[in-house]
């Protein structure tokens, strides 16, 4: 089995940043890419960022320039640094892990912004 514990989430005014953290535990060999994703009252759920095991990324037109994602390979654990945030970016964040063509999901954790 896999886990995935997100933190970082929180209150943060407009212009401000946070960063969030997703730790994987388990079985996790043959990680192929990690990624965040967010879901605002109201809408489905989106792509953030992913990053792949070799490194490519991809960003959503409406972070680009002001989120970057990141991992660190020996703690099974992806980032996502969050600059200049809005109040659109007001959402429940969750990484997804594929592993072995398998997706695991973190719990989520709620970002919110205020303008």
């Known amino acids: 089995q896999v886990q995935l514990v997100e933190s970082g989430g929180g209150l943060v005014q407009a212009e401000g940043s946070l960063r969030l953290s997703c730790a994987a535990s388990?079985?996790?060999?043959?990680?192929?890419?990690m990624g965040w994703y967010r879901q605002a009252p109201g809408k489905q759920r989106e792509v953030v960022a992913t990053?792949?095991?070799?490194?490519?990324?991809y960003y959503a037109d409406s972070v680009k320039g002001r989120f970057t994602i990141s991992r660190d390979n020996a703690r099974n654990t992806v980032y996502l640094q969050m600059n200049s945030l809005k109040a659109e970016d007001t959402a429940v964040y969750y990484c997804?892990?594929?592993?072995?063509?398998?997706?695991?999901w973190g719990q989520g954790t709620q970002v919110t912004v205020s303008s």
């Open positions: 997804k892990f594929l592993i072995r063509l398998q997706n695991y």
């Open positions: 990053i792949t095991s070799g490194g490519s990324t």
């Open positions: 388990g079985s996790i060999s043959g990680i192929m890419s």
